[in-house]
T-cell receptor, first 116, second 113 residues
């Protein structure tokens, strides 16, 4: 059972570089999302998707792009990295009916990104 | 503006004591309130959750108390153990309107032996 797989686990970028954080789930979850975790600020929603071909913005979408071409994958793209994007990024997925059924979100183990 | 406010930011409790973490919300459309537990280097994991039509839910040593009129809810950890040392997040969601889970800022709990 792979669950939610995030790659890479660690990454150092220079300001202005671009990169893609990968997220894949094998549970056939309709809903996928990206959060960033910063000290004292909890987890803040960046982008989310309720199914293939459907994405929407969360609380802090600026500087990030997403796409959802398949149910399994939900990559997060940093277009031009900035030091303010230094954070730990988590991908999470769930069934759309999962919250109502008490399943909750399944989180990946995170990507620690440092922008210098 | 944070939609879910959580306190305290950090908490130290002796083994066997009661840990209490509080959360408050403004959006009355929230209709599901989960708590997540996160260990260092790991992603958060669902711990326990409550709906607003219930005032209390207990699972083992973990209890959620919910006060709908005050728009507040809290997590109580009875007989706290060193293994409970982790970061705890409260969260809220509108299940019928949005699938977006909104988190509080987190509480770092340390249980001393």
């Amino acid at each position: 059972n792979a669950g939610v797989t995030q790659t890479p686990k660690f990454q150092v970028l220079k300001t202005g570089q671009s990169m893609t954080l990968q997220c894949a789930q094998d549970m056939n979850h309709e809903y996928m999302s990206w959060y960033r975790q910063d000290p004292g600020m909890g987890l803040r929603l960046i982008h989310y998707s309720v199914g293939a071909g459907i994405t929407d913005q969360g609380e802090v979408p600026n500087g990030y792009n997403v796409s959802r071409s398949t149910t399994e994958d939900f990559p997060l793209r940093l277009l031009s990295a900035a030091p303010s994007q230094t954070s730990v990024y988590f991908c999470a997925s769930s069934y759309l009916s999962g919250q109502r059924q008490g399943y909750g979100y399944t989180f990946g183990s995170g990507t620690r990104l440092t922008v210098v | 503006q944070q939609q879910v406010k959580q306190s305290p930011q950090s908490l130290i409790v002796q083994k066997g004591g009661i840990s209490i973490i509080n959360c408050a919300y403004e959006n009355t459309a929230f209709d599901y309130f989960p708590w997540y537990q996160q260990f260092p280097g790991k992603g958060p994991a669902l711990l326990i959750a409550i709906r607003p039509d219930v005032s209390e839910k207990k699972e083992g040593r973990f209890t959620i108390s919910f006060n709908k009129s005050a728009k507040q809810f809290s997590l109580h950890i009875m007989d706290s153990q060193p293994g409970d040392s982790a970061t705890y997040f409260c969260a809220a969601i509108e299940m019928d309107c949005s699938y977006k889970l909104i988190f509080g800022s987190g509480t770092r709990l340390l249980v001393r032996p």
